[in-house]
């Protein structure tokens, strides 16, 4: 079963928040070996669900944010603020 539904932050029903779900892919995402951030193909893969709910997550965040085409979650990576300002 692909998991297709993120509840508000403010509920009170059993299942996963947004803030809840931001968290796991953050801290999932820092904990992937090599160099290369991970895709959003591979996240929505590991999490069993869409790549719509990886990146509507990785946009709230303060912390990840995209980088590639949204056409394609298999060209898109997760990275983080401070992977970014390395770079720099």
Known sequence: MLYTEILPDDTDQP???KQQFETA???WT???????APTVA???A????????V???VR????????GPDADPTKQHIDTREAEQGAS
């Open 46 to 53: 590991s999490f069993n669900t869409t790549p719509e709910i």
């Open 42 to 44: 591979a996240t929505a």
């Open 30 to 36: 820092w904990m992937q070996p090599g160099d290369e």
């Open 55 to 57: 990146r509507e997550c």
């Open 15 to 17: 299942g996963i928040t």
């Open 25 to 27: 892919i953050s801290v």
């Open 60 to 67: 709230a965040s303060e912390w990840m944010f995209l980088d």
